[in-house]
């Protein structure tokens, strides 16, 4: 919870400036305009059909919500009956860092190992396959849904082939596929991704295209493709306090995002950046916590370094290993400037 | 949902416009700034620092959350204990228009008769006697909370008085008073109000002052003057869905409201704007359906007044009389222009 | 809430006995048998299969809870969608009396007004056709289920016409109907009663036939006659707390009770004890405060009669009315003795 | 789920019977006298003030519930705040076979690992001190509350001093202990066991005593010993459909199975059952899955044992090892006869 003061850089998180320039610069020009509210307004209507292009999903519905807990718990309410849960991995966002979101609307999260942030097929398949052959499963929660976040907690990607096989999966359980996109954005543009939106499009029940962390004030766009319907999600959301009277500021900022390139762009930025600190970290013989391909970087130090580079630079702490080493998170985002890069590698 | 196309002035709610234009203004100055999360940031800082100050309550704590249905859902939950329910007009904006967002948090809304949209102390009294009176009351939802909105959904105010009387009753039962102030601000430009924010910090055990319908893009910053305490109200938020990660986009708008006197004048503007199409409406003899001296003017049309009015006028259908008159809502607000209100006088 | 101490004649509810002997007889004669759990025992199943004859419904899945407040939430939440609510009269048991349980699941009680408990079907077309008429109705809960009980919380009876005319508005608004029939059996058994049990199954999408007010130490028999579903309804009932280990104890309950007409048998002598208290009222000209044909009584008393017969007699007290009256409940049931009615006619 | 058809030796569960004969005795005796409903009569007053004398808790507050499920529900939903979860080991009875019925009340199960169904204090020490170490903790569910079950779904008992251990651990967090004695009357019996009724009063919050599986036709004794109250408790049962009409029928239960020392004779009946069986096993070499000291065996066989013993012995399937063994589930009770035992042991 650091705030800048003109001493040090700033890389602790992909949340810590306001929006990309161009939107603010649509928000001045449209102001006055008078539009109708909740979502029924002419910018609201461009993005979703942006969206809907973008994810080559013709027939999706696109709702557009103010941020990432909030849109969590919204969806898989909207998705799941009753008696079901939501499968995610034990270090999901839903899991562990969403204060009880989930069970505040009566579903349980179902658990399963992970490694680097990705649930293998194998442990899904237990999951799945464990609940079924229970003779007892009527007495538990019934998993209904996967969760999954492309990158994941630890910046991490699950593949196509992936993705696909979890999709399998959920077909043979007739369970639903549900990614959370919180940094989409920084997905799509490491160079070692091959899911694109309309594989997306294509594979989930619904997914959301993160805004709060990829360039936008705040914002997240909800895709449902087809294959489920959300019936009354207008409705749903209203109920989870999650509809926003002016909702053309939301349908502003995502039909920006989505015009000339602006998402991928915002992306590529953070990328680009944190591959450039990557590269110089192992220059330097500073291991990396983990292998990660997006815009988060995990370092371990040692107290020493963590002290220097503590002093000029704000990151996230992320743990502490048993070896005594301290893993600290670099975070990239849209607004990453090219100078405070130079200037961190300086550091190093 | 009508949208602009030039042709029609539109009258139809009071947040079809953007933001106070000193808010985009300052949203594009401090935009690449960095700060922390979620409300740990110097602008939220500064806003709480200034609604204390406003409130005088200098003890008070102050969140800013995102919309109004969240709001009450959240602060409700926050303020109930789980066998506890809430108490409300029979027209209250949480008995009718939120979707079922209280009963999603466990909460039963009480119902009380009203006129003009306001509770009568005596209404109050019989819903709280009845309850401590019954001995079978253990069966029943305990009263817990008052919830009112000042101005009422139907334009009209609660007088200093009356809401000292509930307030009185509040202690008497030891329940909460908590005052929905979505328009808060054209409650406070009325010129029959009485009721200051320095009332309200003295009396309520929360309450939140409007931003979305009063010249923010979003936002509605409640106020805890200090009477109870709502423990852990951050993570309270947070698993409500309603915690904002970029929290200083609120924060900068609150700042910049309370600030050289920007929500009183969002406030007057709109009043005055009323205010003048009133008595243009008392000149042509055209009747109101209830005499409300806020932002909101409830105007009683034959059909052919309507069907001309409507041509030329988005206005808020309200409802159909039983002598075949219908009830449309005229709404002003802070972006309101006099031209507009030339106009619209013109049509009458 | 009186004990019996031999000094009173006790007519303050239908709950203040064991069970009907029989009903004890058979739990001591299967006492030691080994059975399957949750439901799955014989009896259960034979309880199921005269119940299924009784109401004529032969695909109608049948299950066996506890309570009446646990058999509403439950059949409730699992016959709503998330996004809808229950219609009650202002008076329903659902609405007053039961401490909020079905918001707990989530769920709004939408109220309508009554005359002696119950609803007309004007006042249901009003709530039904007001919802959907109105343009902003996704942003308030929809009317999903008619909530009635028969008797209702007065005593009094819907007709068979009046029964068919809020199905047929069931019908028209795609509406569950659910019956509560905690005290179904002194409807059964009531001379003006026209609904049968074949009607409630040939009407209804889910009732429920009371057993303990009527003869069971305790258990209520859930019908689902077949117009929908209530999937996963084992879990549902698991999740709310509803389901019995021991599942047999139910079934041993209801077995009896559909054995031999006991169920029929149960409601008669409560009703024939009523109408000669009744009778005996109307012969001394002690005014009824309402017609019931029931087995409820609601009799309206000078202070003067108020004091001597409470002496004597454990009744219920109801209200005080504006004339200075009280209305007292006297509550005849399968228990009733007729020597205890003829000392209770002595006492008037 | 399988029937007594008289070929085949029960030994499947503990809640294959009805009661203990004693318990139908008081029934048949008091059946038509006529008591105050809700637990205001005599026979539950009885049985509080010997469940208090019990437990050495002259100042427990003690309510009788239904099922195990539903007293865990609604205990833990009165004892934790909105933002607090319950900690349990993740093969805890409300973290996998409760239906999904604590997040129906909103909260979280938070799991910690297990050996041999129990928690140690490092893993209950890790939960809580890296939930108050973590700076974003506030985005997190609170740990409030210790659940445990004694014995455990294992069979498995915790030692006093493991049990005082998790009292100060408790302390140092303040959160509440609550244990789950569906099975107690097994605890309470076995030779190694050294935590007693006072035990239980002096160190927990809250606990039950296990009715259902231990002689009662159903019914749970929650007890508030006094350390934290649950304000409106008798509400919040209500709340939870938990709350019986007939209170007395619990009450005569457990007044009777705390007369006489029937609880505990209850509990010996079942542990030298099964301490035989265990010795018979042992001699003929044939291994148990887990040592246990209480009622439940998990005896683990080849396939051709399986086979041969399953044709005579119904038993419970618990799960398949990686060695290819089966381990199966023997239970006794208070109502194993002794010649059963011996015919079981005929048939090793």
Not at 165 to 178: E, F, K, N, Q, S
Not at 249 to 264: H, K, R, S
Not at 337 to 345: F, K
């Amino acid at each position: 919870m650091q705030q800048a003061d003109g001493t040090k850089l700033f890389f602790a998180s992909d949340y810590q400036e306001g929006a990309h320039p161009a939107i603010l610069r649509r928000l001045v020009e449209t102001n006055l305009e008078k539009t109708a509210g909740y979502g029924f307004d002419p910018y609201t209507e461009s993005a979703r059909a942006k969206i809907r292009e973008a994810c080559q999903s013709p027939e999706a519905e696109v709702f557009l919500l103010v941020g990432g807990t909030q849109t969590n718990a919204t969806v898989i309410d909207a998705l799941l009956c009753p008696w079901q849960g939501a499968v995610a991995a034990e270090t999901g966002h839903i899991a562990v860092h969403e204060a009880g979101a989930i069970e505040l609307g009566g579903h349980k999260v179902l658990t399963v190992p992970q490694t680097e942030g990705k649930m293998t097929a194998e442990a899904l398949e237990k999951a799945f396959s464990g609940y079924w052959a229970d003779e007892n499963r009527e007495h538990m929660v019934m998993p209904g849904l996967v969760y999954l976040s492309q990158p994941t907690e630890y910046g991490t990607l699950y593949s196509l082939k992936e993705l696909e096989g979890i999709r399998a999966l959920c077909d043979r359980y007739d369970a639903a596929l549900y990614v959370d996109g919180a940094r989409l954005a920084y997905a799509l543009a490491a160079s070692e991704n091959d899911v694109t939106l309309a594989d997306l499009g294509r594979l989930c029940d619904a997914f959301y295209i993160g805004g709060t962390k990829c360039g936008a004030l705040f914002g997240e766009a909800v895709v449902f493709p087809g294959r489920r319907k959300a019936p009354h999600f207008f409705t749903v959301v209203k109920q989870h306090g999650a509809l926003l009277a002016k909702g053309r500021i939301a349908g502003i900022q995502f039909d920006t995002l989505f015009t000339d390139g602006l998402y991928e762009a915002a992306g590529r930025n953070a990328v680009e950046a944190a591959n450039r600190i990557r590269a110089a970290l192992r220059e330097r013989g500073i291991p990396l916590a983990l292998e990660t391909p997006t815009n988060q970087i995990f370092v371990s130090l040692d107290d020493d370094q963590l002290r220097r580079l503590s002093d000029r630079v704000a990151m996230d702490y992320w743990e502490r290993t048993p070896e005594g080493r301290t893993v600290m998170r670099i975070a990239t985002s849209w607004a990453t400037a090219e100078e405070d890069v130079d200037r961190l590698i300086a550091c190093l």
